[in-house]
């Protein structure tokens, strides 16, 4: 009977073929079933529980469960997939969201190597100090996140694949927490790792990951693959409708690294998106060594964006048009930007004019970097929209801005980004001239053209464009000739930018990738 091939035991024992499914009709009928065995799986956890059994494994095929009634991963017990071939948890209406809710008291589980479709993991609100683990899945519209956590901590999410499909995409201009479309949510967590996970893909160009991607991420690959070529479980190819990879809220020490964020598809045409990383509130965060692609750097969008943290750190990332982004806003518990270190990231700017920012915003939200102060923008949120014009005040609330060593290119006719200080006081900023263009700079010919200008309080050159027609920020005095090395961590100083951009070309394979190892154009 098909319940049996769901087991629990003590050991770690499974059982597996020696061999990965083949496209065949045969091995195909293990997926045909579609049963729902909510109260089987169920009864198999509450069991291991009960027995003090630590894992309930999975055999490969197709488990049905009821929206309705989550599955509750009770104490001591851990959920396992089988390695060889899919364990998939599904439910029946693809317009509902299973759950699999992980009991507040369940200690040092893990969940690892199965296949979530239209189920997502719900993590209770707990105090252990366990270390616990959500390795090696693939999860498919996952609900407003495939894996939501709260109030706890010592959680390791590595190794996953996070997709969704244009039926599932977000409609929300303003997402809120509950109405958005994530990959992982955390609220209020803390102590805590995100490593090595794809967020969104193109199917048709899954092959070009293999290459470059971890041995943890193959099993998930592996398994996406199958389904999409063997299953007929009617995936579409474009798998890139997240509005956001992660959002993260009232956070503290958060490591989000080595990660493929990818949402092209607005190269070709526009979607609803939020942010690549949206931290609100955060303390402690570090986010290190991603490819970020496709988040489009506009008021919600951007590849990062904090809105009232401290101590962030975006160090040795490659982002393809789009930004990062630091905010003072009144939507956290407090109103400051503090602390914030970009460095040695390589910005690489694809997409021109035709989707550029209103020309009343233009400059203050969308460049490559860029600092903004709504509160004192809006006067003490007393008026909307903020002050757009030179006029606004000066901020209070952002203290050690720290932007050092970053690369920043454009293909051919685009404008390279520029540094947007917004309304930050500059006695609170430190710039230096390492941030530099390598491609064609914004003014070429000019003295020390390939430093990236700073544009404040937009003022502009009157007059003067670049000879795509963009306009030209006023020279200030802002750069520093300080060494700013010692404003980085030392354990993650002089980290390289990792080859995961080699899988990639955009803009419907038209623009190729540049290495981040490209020097400053006046080098060349």
Not at 109 to 123: A, H, K, L, M, Y
Not at 300 to 307: D, L, N, P, S
Request: net charge negative; aromatic share 12%; charged share 20%.
């Amino acid at each position: 009977m098909k319940f049996a091939s769901i087991l629990f035991a003590t050991t770690l024992f499974a059982a597996s073929s020696a061999n990965a499914l083949e496209c065949s009709a045969e091995n195909n009928k293990l997926y045909s079933i579609d049963l729902d065995y909510s109260a089987t799986l169920q009864d198999l956890i509450d069991e291991a529980s009960r027995l003090q059994k630590p894992v309930v494994y999975l055999n490969p095929g197709l488990f049905t469960i009821d929206p309705g009634k989550p599955i509750v991963l009770k104490k001591g017990v851990s959920l396992k997939g089988n390695r060889e071939s899919p364990s998939i948890i599904s439910v029946k209406n693809k317009n509902d969201t299973g759950t699999i809710e992980v009991y507040k008291d369940n200690l040092a589980w893990s969940i690892q190597d199965i296949v979530f479709e239209n189920v997502n993991i719900q993590v209770q609100e707990h105090k252990n100090e366990d270390e616990t683990a959500i390795l090696g899945n693939l999860f498919f519209n996952g609900g407003r996140g495939s894996v939501v956590a709260k109030y706890g901590e010592k959680l390791y999410i590595d190794g996953n694949v996070f997709l969704r499909d244009e039926a599932h995409a977000g409609h929300y201009k303003l997402p809120s927490y509950n109405t958005t479309n994530a990959g992982i949510m955390f609220q209020t967590q803390k102590n805590s790792v995100v490593s090595n996970n794809i967020f969104g893909m193109d199917l048709r160009k899954m092959d070009n990951l293999f290459p470059h991607v971890s041995q943890q991420l193959q099993a998930p690959l592996k398994n996406l693959k199958f389904i999409h070529e063997c299953l007929g479980r009617e995936l579409t190819n474009e798998q890139g409708y997240l509005a956001s990879g992660l959002q993260l809220y009232g956070t503290n020490d958060i490591t989000i690294k080595e990660n493929i964020l990818n949402a092209t598809f607005p190269d070709t045409k526009p979607i609803s998106q939020d942010h690549g990383i949206s931290v609100v509130g955060g303390n402690q965060t570090y986010i290190t060594q991603n490819f970020i692609a496709g988040w489009q750097i506009a008021d919600f969008g951007g590849a990062v964006r904090f809105t009232s943290a401290v101590d962030g750190y975006v160090i040795s990332n490659y982002l393809a048009n789009t930004g990062v982004m630091m905010y003072a806003a009144v939507h956290a518990d407090y109103k400051q930007v503090s602390n914030m270190i970009v460095h040695n990231n390589f910005f690489y700017r694809f997409l021109g004019n035709d989707f550029a920012a209103p020309e009343e915003l233009d400059g203050w939200l969308y460049e490559g970097i860029t600092f903004f102060d709504f509160y004192t923008a809006r006067l003490n949120y007393t008026i909307r929209p903020p002050i757009w014009n030179s006029s606004v005040p000066i901020s209070p609330w952002g203290w050690n801005i720290v932007v050092s060593d970053n690369k920043f290119g454009a293909s051919e006719g685009v404008d390279p980004n520029v540094i947007s200080l917004g309304n930050l006081d500059p006695k609170e900023g430190r710039f230096d001239r390492k941030n530099c263009y390598v491609t064609e700079p914004l003014v070429s010919g000019s003295k020390n053209a390939e430093v990236v200008p700073l544009l404040w309080r937009q003022s502009y050159e009157n007059g003067f464009f670049s000879k795509n027609g963009g306009k030209i920020p006023k020279k200030t005095v802002h750069h520093t000739d300080d060494d700013l090395n010692d404003q980085i961590p030392a354990h993650i100083r002089n980290l390289p930018v990792p080859e995961f951009w080699k899988a990639f070309s955009l803009k419907n394979d038209t623009i190729p990738m540049i290495t981040p190892d490209t020097p400053c154009f006046s080098k060349l």
